[in-house]
């Protein structure tokens, strides 16, 4: 390093006519010693940018495939997102139809049902009817026959004499020997 540092200070000292050295005014220097200084970054480190440039590449490809298999990947699961959408909305439409085929259905045994009770229910009624009909029928022949009977009753006692009395009694029991007389 001695013989580096000698050589420096031997160059230093060095007449600029013609020769080698530096130059310590930094204003004049300016733009050769910065052109100097690019040229040797670019020289000794272009191996190195450009190892940093391909490393970057390297990974914004990278960054680029995987979302692009990630996009593909997506574009798979939305294909078979759609698919499964077509198959459910399938799949809902045939469940709604066969749903109100089942309420139509129903909706029909149900009203069959309710005619057929309304039927039962009918003959027992009328057979109620018909007995209370009857009944009534009966009542009024009883009541009628009973007037009748007091109305004959009354007109008899009225027109009915001891005479005639006897003689309707004689009669039934010359009836009553001819019918004994028959059977003997």
Same mark, same amino acid.
């Given at each position: 390093?001695?013989?580096?540092?000698?050589?420096?200070?031997?160059?230093?000292?060095?007449?600029?006519?013609?020769?080698? *050295?530096?130059?310590?005014?930094?204003?004049?220097?300016?733009?050769?010693?910065?052109?100097?200084? /690019? *040229?040797?970054?670019?020289?000794? *480190? $272009?191996?190195?940018?450009?190892? #940093?440039?391909?490393?970057?590449? %390297? $990974?914004? #490809?990278?960054?680029?495939?995987?979302?692009?298999?990630?996009? $593909?990947?997506?574009?798979? !699961?939305?294909?078979?997102?759609?698919?499964?959408?077509?198959?459910?909305?399938?799949?809902? *439409?045939?469940?709604?139809?066969?749903?109100?085929? %089942?309420?139509?259905?129903?909706?029909?045994? #149900?009203?069959?049902?309710?005619?057929?009770?309304?039927?039962? /229910?009918?003959?027992? $009624?009328?057979?109620?009817?018909?007995?209370?009909? %009857?009944?009534?029928?009966? !009542?009024?022949? %009883?009541?009628?026959?009973? !007037?009748?009977?007091?109305?004959?009753?009354?007109?008899?006692?009225?027109?009915?004499?001891?005479?005639?009395? /006897?003689?309707?009694?004689?009669?039934?029991?010359?009836?009553?020997?001819?019918?004994?007389?028959?059977?003997?």
């Amino acid at each position: 390093m001695e013989n580096g540092i000698d050589s420096s200070i031997f160059l230093s000292y060095w007449p600029s006519a013609g020769g080698f *050295g530096f130059n310590t005014n930094i204003l004049g220097t300016n733009l050769i010693n910065l052109s100097v200084v /690019l *040229g040797v970054l670019i020289y000794f *480190g $272009k191996g190195v940018l450009s190892n #940093l440039l391909d490393n970057r590449k %390297q $990974k914004i #490809l990278n960054t680029i495939r995987n979302s692009e298999e990630l996009c $593909k990947g997506a574009t798979d !699961q939305l294909e078979k997102a759609r698919t499964r959408l077509r198959e459910v909305e399938r799949r809902a *439409g045939e469940i709604r139809v066969n749903g109100y085929s %089942q309420i139509e259905r129903e909706k029909e045994d #149900l009203i069959n049902a309710a005619y057929e009770n309304l039927e039962r /229910l009918e003959d027992p $009624k009328n057979e109620t009817v018909h007995f209370e009909q %009857q009944r009534a029928i009966d !009542q009024v022949r %009883q009541q009628v026959s009973r !007037q009748a009977l007091r109305r004959a009753l009354g007109t008899l006692n009225s027109r009915l004499n001891s005479e005639l009395h /006897l003689r309707t009694i004689n009669h039934s029991i010359g009836l009553l020997r001819a019918m004994r007389n028959t059977t003997d």
